[in-house]
């Protein structure tokens, strides 16, 4: 039976039932693949109208990136009850036009998956689709199934069939209905297009942290990674993010994981987050080797059960996947989230202190580094899919910090009492799932929650240009932070020795990185150092020395030194050298340590904080 004539069968069955369908039923055959596409069918709900939109995302939650997923639905077709075909015209890339719509009963079109895509503007792969036949098929909803305008709450019910054998991995409903074919159900197109979807040969492994069933699905096409690896790994992260929330809002999630044994096509490596499942797009390599990167990436986006799925603006519970309007709470979703990721860790046992430190360290050096550190983080959240899109990186960085600054005024203020975990437990009871705030009033909303100062916290940091006080907010708790600083200093002329075995003497071994006094001086590798500043140089005194010699002087001093160089017949002769002292800027790095002599308050408030 050819593709044109299963239609019309389709059609001729479903005529009756159309007039009064109030849902979007979706049918696409996987075992169907042609020229690396496969068919969808859609039954639509009544339209009263007389033209209607057909819309496809151009942007998804949680990406950030225009990708227009339109792009890739073909030959696009609508049909009313008797099978005929309606006018139809494309107006964007993601939008079509579909003219005496009151009569429209489907829609079918040809999907092209992301993966292997040659049409540029790259999808990062957790947000992709892919159609490898009789392998493996990633059905990110949006990229497979639109919707009509002003229809996106309706339900959607999603009718897969694919080859014997493989299994659906999702956190979507369910329905089996035999070995080839799968029902999944959504109330709406939001709730359906956060359902990722992964068919291939069964890898998986379930297990169950606070109530909740947690599913990992793995795509490794060589086999290299076990899902009961990946349990081994994230199973005690879990456990102290559980112990952190108290209790999991959810009953089920699924950690889809998709292997490349070649290089992504976007050339990116990550995950995206959804709220009872998150899609891991990760290179096929030694498991150990992934290990840590597992572990980080899944606290992170396991934690987005938290934010947005039960804490979101008006801007995420509404989202518009044509005119995206962004929120200004990046600080939120994603700061607070990765901050959570690795406080849960360190309260709970997963990472020591010492470790929890030097990841603050790192975040503090990427953010006042790589990216502008008084850039207002509304403004760049606002903005990210523009001007501020090249900063949009220092949400899992800054966006982490401002939740550490947050932490410690909050526990500050309640004498250890009360601080962000508490918070946004606070924030999910008042809002939940199905409650949306207005973007406006959040800060409000957590000041009348908390303490006034917090308003002006949030006035500074947030969304004002002064950047966070490091040294002044940890020593609160008992840390010593020192900033990255320059300071000019006596230069010896950056030289690299190495030690002459026979007599402990100091051999100039390279002079690539060589400065203007080495330069003035005169110095060449081979030298061996016998005197400098009048001192006879060997393995035992150089250290001692060569500080003195930075006490000894000032800029414009006359500096001497005697060198054992071999002259052209190989002899060693003492060769006289000298300039004037000259100073140079010598960077020190950030450092970050635990106080040796904390007060019994910055004890107090550290327990508080980390439990440490």
Same mark, same amino acid.
């Given at each position: 039976?050819?593709?044109?004539?299963?239609?019309?069968?389709?059609?001729?069955?479903?005529?009756?039932?159309? *007039?009064?369908?109030?849902?979007?039923?979706?049918?696409?055959?996987?075992?169907?693949?042609?020229?690396?596409?496969?068919?969808?069918?859609?039954?639509?709900?009544?339209?009263?109208?007389?033209?209607?939109?057909?819309?496809?995302?151009?942007?998804?939650?949680?990406?950030?990136?225009?990708?227009?997923?339109?792009?890739?639905?073909?030959?696009?077709?609508?049909?009313?009850?008797?099978?005929?075909?309606?006018?139809?015209?494309?107006?964007?890339?993601?939008?079509?036009?579909?003219?005496?719509?009151?009569?429209?009963?489907?829609?079918?079109?040809?999907?092209?998956?992301?993966?292997?895509?040659?049409?540029?503007?790259?999808?990062?792969?957790?947000?992709?689709?892919?159609?490898?036949?009789?392998?493996?098929?990633?059905?990110?909803?949006?990229?497979?199934?639109?919707?009509?305008?002003?229809?996106?709450?309706?339900?959607?019910?999603?009718?897969?069939?694919?080859?014997?054998?493989?299994?659906?991995?999702?956190?979507?409903?369910?329905?089996?209905?035999?070995?080839?074919?799968?029902?999944?159900?959504?109330?709406?197109?939001?709730?359906?297009?956060?359902?990722?979807?992964?068919?291939?040969?069964?890898?998986?492994?379930?297990?169950?942290?606070?109530?909740?069933?947690?599913?990992?699905?793995?795509?490794?096409?060589?086999?290299?990674?076990?899902?009961?690896?990946?349990?081994?790994?994230?199973?005690?992260?879990?456990?102290?993010?559980?112990?952190?929330?108290?209790?999991?809002?959810?009953?089920?999630?699924?950690?889809?994981?998709?292997?490349?044994?070649?290089?992504?096509?976007?050339?990116?490596?990550?995950? *995206?987050?959804?709220?009872?499942?998150?899609?891991?797009?990760?290179?096929?390599?030694?498991?150990?080797? *992934?290990?840590?990167?597992?572990?980080?990436?899944?606290?992170?986006?396991?934690?987005?059960?938290?934010?947005?799925?039960?804490?979101?603006?008006?801007?995420?519970?509404?989202?518009?996947? %044509?005119?995206?309007?962004?929120?200004?709470?990046?600080?939120?979703?994603?700061?607070?989230?990765?901050?959570?990721?690795?406080?849960?860790?360190?309260?709970?046992?997963?990472?020591?202190?010492?470790?929890? *430190?030097?990841?603050?360290?790192?975040?503090?050096?990427?953010?006042?580094?790589?990216?502008?550190?008084?850039?207002?983080?509304?403004?760049?959240?606002?903005?990210?899919?523009?001007?501020?899109?090249?900063?949009?990186?220092?949400?899992?960085?800054?966006?982490?910090?401002?939740?550490?600054?947050?932490?410690?005024?909050?526990?500050?203020?309640?004498?250890?009492?009360?601080?962000?975990?508490?918070?946004?437990?606070?924030?999910?009871?008042?809002?939940?799932? #199905?409650?949306?705030?207005?973007?406006?009033?959040?800060?409000?909303?957590?000041?009348?929650?908390?303490?006034?100062?917090?308003?002006?916290?949030?006035?500074?940091?947030?969304?004002? #240009? #002064?950047?966070?006080?490091?040294?002044?907010?940890?020593?609160?708790?008992?840390?010593?932070?020192?900033?990255?600083?320059?300071?000019?200093?006596?230069?010896?002329?950056?030289?690299?020795?190495?030690?002459?075995?026979?007599?402990?003497?100091?051999?100039?071994?390279?002079?690539?990185?060589?400065?203007?006094?080495?330069?003035?001086?005169?110095?060449?590798?081979?030298?061996?150092?016998?005197?400098?500043?009048?001192?006879? %140089?060997?393995?035992?005194?150089?250290?001692?020395?060569?500080?003195?010699?930075?006490?000894?002087?000032?800029?414009?001093?006359?500096?001497?030194?005697?060198?054992?160089?071999?002259?052209?017949?190989?002899?060693?002769?003492?060769?006289?050298?000298?300039?004037?002292?000259?100073?140079?800027?010598?960077?020190?790095?950030?450092?970050?340590?635990?106080?040796?002599?904390?007060?019994?308050?910055?004890?107090?408030?550290?327990?508080?904080?980390?439990?440490?």
């Amino acid at each position: 039976m050819n593709i044109n004539i299963r239609l019309l069968v389709v059609l001729l069955c479903v005529s009756t039932s159309l *007039l009064a369908q109030e849902k979007y039923t979706i049918s696409i055959d996987l075992n169907k693949v042609v020229d690396d596409k496969v068919k969808v069918v859609c039954q639509v709900p009544k339209v009263e109208k007389e033209e209607i939109e057909f819309r496809v995302p151009k942007i998804v939650p949680g990406t950030y990136s225009i990708y227009d997923f339109g792009r890739f639905f073909t030959d696009f077709k609508a049909f009313d009850t008797d099978g005929n075909e309606l006018v139809t015209e494309q107006l964007t890339d993601n939008r079509i036009l579909i003219k005496g719509s009151e009569k429209l009963a489907l829609v079918s079109y040809w999907i092209e998956d992301t993966f292997d895509s040659e049409k540029g503007n790259f999808v990062f792969e957790p947000a992709g689709t892919n159609i490898e036949e009789g392998k493996n098929y990633v059905i990110n909803t949006y990229g497979f199934v639109g919707y009509l305008q002003g229809m996106k709450n309706f339900a959607y019910e999603l009718h897969i069939d694919y080859p014997k054998g493989m299994y659906g991995a999702s956190a979507l409903n369910k329905d089996s209905i035999n070995d080839s074919s799968d029902v999944f159900l959504a109330p709406n197109y939001i709730d359906l297009v956060d359902g990722p979807i992964m068919y291939s040969l069964p890898d998986t492994t379930t297990f169950e942290i606070g109530g909740a069933e947690i599913l990992i699905a793995v795509y490794s096409p060589n086999k290299v990674l076990d899902p009961v690896f990946v349990k081994e790994q994230i199973e005690p992260t879990l456990k102290a993010q559980y112990e952190y929330l108290g209790e999991l809002p959810v009953a089920r999630y699924a950690f889809i994981i998709y292997l490349f044994d070649t290089s992504p096509i976007s050339g990116k490596l990550g995950a *995206l987050e959804h709220s009872y499942s998150s899609f891991y797009s990760l290179p096929e390599i030694d498991p150990y080797r *992934l290990t840590q990167v597992i572990r980080d990436v899944a606290a992170h986006e396991f934690f987005h059960i938290l934010t947005p799925l039960n804490v979101h603006s008006e801007e995420i519970g509404n989202f518009d996947f %044509i005119n995206p309007k962004m929120s200004k709470h990046l600080w939120l979703y994603e700061g607070m989230t990765e901050y959570a990721a690795g406080l849960a860790q360190v309260k709970y046992g997963e990472m020591s202190l010492v470790d929890y *430190l030097n990841v603050l360290l790192n975040k503090i050096d990427q953010s006042t580094s790589r990216f502008d550190d008084q850039l207002p983080f509304t403004e760049l959240s606002l903005n990210c899919l523009g001007e501020t899109k090249d900063q949009y990186g220092n949400v899992y960085q800054k966006g982490a910090l401002i939740g550490v600054a947050l932490d410690i005024r909050l526990r500050e203020l309640s004498y250890g009492a009360y601080g962000v975990q508490d918070m946004m437990q606070d924030l999910a009871k008042k809002y939940g799932k #199905t409650q949306s705030f207005k973007d406006e009033e959040l800060f409000d909303t957590i000041t009348e929650m908390t303490y006034p100062q917090i308003r002006e916290f949030f006035s500074t940091y947030v969304e004002g #240009t #002064t950047p966070i006080p490091y040294q002044e907010v940890l020593d609160k708790v008992g840390i010593l932070f020192e900033p990255a600083r320059t300071e000019k200093e006596l230069s010896l002329g950056h030289l690299s020795f190495s030690v002459n075995e026979s007599d402990n003497r100091l051999i100039i071994q390279s002079i690539d990185q060589m400065n203007v006094f080495g330069i003035q001086m005169g110095y060449e590798v081979g030298d061996i150092i016998y005197k400098f500043d009048g001192v006879e %140089i060997d393995i035992e005194n150089y250290e001692e020395e060569f500080w003195a010699f930075t006490d000894r002087h000032q800029v414009g001093d006359k500096i001497q030194a005697v060198v054992l160089r071999r002259d052209e017949k190989g002899k060693l002769k003492k060769v006289k050298l000298k300039a004037e002292a000259i100073e140079i800027n010598r960077k020190f790095d950030a450092s970050i340590k635990l106080s040796d002599n904390p007060t019994d308050a910055q004890l107090k408030l550290r327990k508080a904080w980390v439990n440490k």
